[in-house]
């Protein structure tokens, strides 16, 4: 008799057991179907400053998972450029992913181009997503999907286009005061030789001057100053200013008259 109830006390333990060990991989295996995703979105611009009209900027967004569950449903969307402001001209700015395993990331990239100038606040992303699978007689709604925004990147200033002529013009000035500031001077005996030759030329040419009359003197002054001046007007202000020295150096310097000697005689 205590035989036999020893027996049955024993299976009863053994059976307690067994259920236990039932009840925990049940308890494991909820655990590990409960484990929630944590989910990112970053959101970068290339390039990241100076930004002018109708240049393109490139809008990168990157969904990452960092486990360790797996998220369902994910929709991301990036409703910051407005058409009176932007124009987009490569890609998508919203996609959508069935899921997305723990560890895994994914990146989706679109261009846009400003088309005035402006001052414009970029706000962040917006992700949605869902935790667990929905199945197949449930529907997806609003409730169940948990919200997600990313970085903020502040206000970006859009300027107009710069002159690239400008610019140019700009850089050769720059270059030639530059090369005339650097530039090897020649040595001084070669300065003073062009200085004396110089000085040379011009003497001979004083003394040229010098032996003409006074009148071919003043046309050759009146040459050479009438051809200083660009201007027609200032031209023949010019001549007529030569002519008149012309014809006062003629004067002042025309021959006296012959005067005429008579002798006279000593009274006797």
């Known amino acids: 008799m205590v035989r036999s109830l020893y027996k049955m006390l024993l299976l009863a333990a053994v059976l307690l057991a067994a259920h236990a060990d ?33 240049s393109p900027i490139n809008v990168t967004l990157t969904v990452f998972n960092k486990g360790p569950g797996k998220a369902h449903q994910i929709i991301v969307a990036d409703d910051n450029w407005k058409s009176d402001k932007f124009i987009v001209v490569a890609g998508d700015n919203n996609f959508t992913l069935e899921y997305l395993e723990a560890g895994d990331s994914y990146s989706h990239d679109f261009t846009v181009k400003p088309i005035r100038k402006l001052y414009h606040r970029v706000r962040p992303a917006k992700m949605l997503y869902v935790l667990s699978p929905p199945s197949d007689a449930e529907t997806l709604s609003l409730d169940g999907l948990t919200t997600h925004l990313s970085n903020s990147i502040g206000e970006m200033r859009v300027t107009p286009p710069k002159d690239n002529l400008e610019e140019n013009l700009l850089l050769v000035g720059r270059c030639r005061h530059f090369c005339a500031e650097h530039a090897p001077r020649p040595p001084p005996c070669t300065r003073l030789r062009a200085r004396a030759h110089c000085t040379h030329h011009t003497d001979r040419r004083r003394q040229a001057q010098e032996h003409m009359y006074p009148r071919a003197r003043a046309r050759a002054v009146a040459h050479t100053s009438a051809h200083m001046y660009a201007c027609p007007r200032e031209r023949i202000h010019a001549r007529a200013h030569a002519s008149t020295r012309a014809s006062r150096a003629r004067v002042s310097h025309a021959r006296p008259p012959r005067q005429l000697y008579t002798l006279k005689m000593a009274p006797a």
């Open 22 to 54: 039932e009840d925990i991989e049940v308890e494991e295996v909820e655990g590990a179907e409960r484990q929630l995703p944590s989910m990112l979105l970053y959101k970068k611009l290339t390039p990241s400053a100076d930004f002018t009209v109708m």
